[in-house]
């Protein structure tokens, strides 16, 4: 049996290349994006170590990963600018792979778990940004009866009405699409290779129908819904294309609408479905399942705004495009409802 002295002569990245490739993907079923988000912080704690110490970052052993070392770390990177939020998932990503040591080799219990004690940062409340529906109104107007301003119209009304993150929307293909007379719904793939499925309006889906006659005359099932067109070549519309062509409609609705927000983006679009959602009283349960949360806590961050919400407003919401009047109402609808919560 090895001594304890032995073992904590054990390199800190011995565990690593299982913690990464075997671990994480097959024992607890983490997606590409929270792997590669793991190894991109060993790699930064493995600059740490060769800038502080001077040192190969292989020869550090456990011995020397004392609790304060980990705590120096957090402040070298807070040193860098990075938000808490970011120094969280940092910490988060240590406190994973020391309980893997520790699950590797229980003698080095004690050592694991001072570093799993180090607590979070407390972040400070998310500022929620959202778009009133006078706003929302004039930013739908804006798009030109052109090929390019009937798509771009639609990726924005396709995003308030499915609450989608920005990389849910242009991760979209043709075969997530269930368009029927009636009954239609759209599969978002959100994170963590989570999926939900979400009902979609009757107006929205002639939309679609229309735009997948213009663009997608194919019909190429796993081709992108969004895309752009690269010398020659279909591609997966970018992020950046998806920003600049949000903020270029609310700079245009801006001029005659002064409730435009002075910066949009596309995340301010599902803020404002949630909004709207929790005006009507949809329950947290549902507006969780609309957004594609597992934790309650993060839908609740919404609550706050109930009063200044009942105080612009008395009403139900209302209808922000004469093609969007039925969505609108979409939870008075059994069926939708019934989809929303896995009975249909």
């Given at each position: 049996m090895r001594k304890r002295k032995d073992i904590m002569t054990t390199p800190l990245f011995a565990y690593s290349s299982e913690f990464l490739t075997d671990y994480l993907p097959n024992q607890l079923n983490r997606s590409d994006k929270t792997v590669i988000s793991y190894r991109n912080c060993l790699r930064l704690l493995r600059d740490y170590i060769e800038e502080t110490t001077n040192k190969n970052f292989y020869k550090l052993t456990l011995k020397i990963t004392t609790r304060d070392f980990i705590l120096h770390f957090l402040k070298w990177i807070d040193d860098r600018g990075c938000s808490v939020s970011t120094r969280n998932q940092r910490l988060a990503c240590i406190k994973s792979y020391s309980r893997y040591i520790m699950e590797c080799d229980f003698d080095l219990a004690t050592w694991a778990i001072k570093i799993i004690s180090i607590p979070f940062a407390k972040a400070n409340e998310p500022?929620?940004?959202?778009?009133?529906?006078?706003?929302?109104?004039?930013?739908?107007?804006?798009?030109?009866?052109?090929?390019?301003?009937?798509?771009?119209?639609?990726?924005?009304?396709?995003?308030?009405?499915?609450?989608?993150?920005?990389?849910?929307?242009?991760?979209?293909?043709?075969?997530?699409?269930?368009?029927?007379?009636?009954?239609?719904?759209?599969?978002?793939?959100?994170?963590?290779?989570?999926?939900?499925?979400?009902?979609?309006?009757?107006?929205?889906?002639?939309?679609?129908?229309?735009?997948?006659?213009?663009?997608?005359?194919?019909?190429?099932?796993?081709?992108?819904?969004?895309?752009?067109?690269?010398?020659?070549?279909?591609?997966?519309?970018?992020?950046?294309?998806?920003?600049?062509?949000?903020?270029?409609?609310?700079?245009?609705?801006?001029?005659?609408?002064?409730?435009?927000?002075?910066?949009?983006t596309p995340h301010m679009y599902r803020h404002s479905r949630s909004m709207n959602l929790l005006k009507v009283h949809t329950p947290y349960e549902l507006i969780a399942r609309f957004l594609g949360?597992?934790?309650?806590?993060?839908?609740?961050?919404?609550?706050?705004?109930?009063?200044?919400?009942?105080?612009?407003?008395?009403?139900?919401?209302?209808?922000?495009?004469?093609?969007?009047?039925?969505?609108?109402?979409?939870?008075?609808?059994?069926?939708?409802?019934?989809?929303?919560?896995?009975l249909e």
């Open positions: 500022n929620i940004g959202w778009i009133r529906e006078t706003a929302l109104k004039s930013i739908f107007k804006q798009p030109k009866n052109t090929p390019i301003g009937r798509r771009d119209g639609l990726m924005m009304m396709l995003m308030y009405e499915t609450a989608a993150r920005a990389s849910e929307l242009l991760g979209l293909r043709i075969k997530d699409l269930n368009l029927f007379d009636s009954g239609s719904s759209i599969l978002l793939h959100g994170k963590g290779d989570k999926y939900r499925e979400l009902p979609l309006g009757d107006k929205i889906v002639v939309r679609i129908k229309l735009y997948l006659q213009e663009f997608h005359p194919n019909m190429n099932k796993d081709s992108f819904l969004f895309f752009t067109v690269i010398y020659g070549t279909k591609n997966k519309m970018s992020i950046g294309n998806l920003e600049r062509l949000v903020t270029k409609y609310a700079n245009l609705a801006r001029v005659e609408d002064s409730t435009v927000p002075i910066r949009v949360h597992s934790n309650l806590k993060s839908t609740q961050i919404y609550a706050k705004y109930d009063i200044e919400m009942l105080r612009e407003a008395s009403d139900r919401v209302v209808s922000i495009t004469p093609e969007m009047q039925d969505e609108a109402l979409w939870d008075f609808d059994e069926d939708m409802l019934s989809k929303l919560c896995g």
